[in-house]
């Protein structure tokens, strides 16, 4: 007859097996839990450099060229052609450049590079370049010339008819003066006619003309 175990130990053992199986529960509980909180596996990503096709690269267009219009002939035919800088010569034979600037005066016409300026006209001999004493000899000495080629008609006439001509010589290259200093001068060129008119009417005052 088989021994029968006492209570408690019966009790022990019970609670015993029913710890382990609490553990075992838990155990796969927590088992599962794992599972599912755990990353899922990522898969490899393709090669995207490998898997691109390689492309050639292709010349660079260049710009467009735009056709230029051809010139008008017609238009060219009736373009004036633009004069060289000379003119004629003044009656002294002297011209008057405008070159680099400056103003200058030669014996041939104007270059191509030179601006060709109208010259004064001649005025009893007058010129920048001589002094104001010799011009006036000269003068005096044309004028007496003058004079003594005319017919004598009266010994009291030919006093003021002399007086008569010297002012009216005096008041001419006075005009040709003024008419000179309005054109575009330099400075010394300004002064000498300025002297030479400054001169004139000084004679003129002092012969005394009339008007």
Excluded: W
Aim: contains cysteine.
């Amino acid at each position: 007859m088989a021994r029968r175990r006492p209570a408690g130990e019966r009790h022990t053992l019970l609670s015993a097996l029913s710890l382990v199986g609490a553990l075992l529960i838990v155990g796969g509980g927590l088992l599962g839990l794992g599972r599912l909180l755990a990353p899922a596996p990522v898969a490899p990503r393709p090669d995207v450099r490998a898997a691109a096709p390689r492309t050639t690269p292709s010349p660079q267009a260049g710009p467009a060229l735009t056709p230029q219009p051809k010139p008008d002939a017609r238009r060219l035919e009736r373009l004036p052609e633009r004069p060289l800088a000379t003119t004629g010569p003044a009656p002294s034979g002297i011209y008057r450049c405008r070159e680099n600037g400056r103003t200058v005066y030669a014996d041939h016409p104007c270059g191509a590079q030179a601006e060709a300026l109208a010259v004064a006209p001649a005025s009893a001999g007058l010129s920048p370049d001589r002094s104001y004493a010799e011009q006036l000899a000269q003068v005096q000495a044309e004028r007496a010339r003058h004079a003594a080629n005319q017919p004598v008609r009266s010994a009291a006439a030919s006093p003021a008819r002399a007086h008569d001509a010297r002012c009216a010589a005096i008041d001419e290259t006075v005009r040709r003066i003024d008419a000179a200093t309005r054109q575009p001068l330099g400075i010394p060129e300004l002064e000498h006619f300025r002297a030479q008119r400054k001169a004139l009417m000084d004679e003129r005052f002092s012969i005394p003309c009339n008007g």
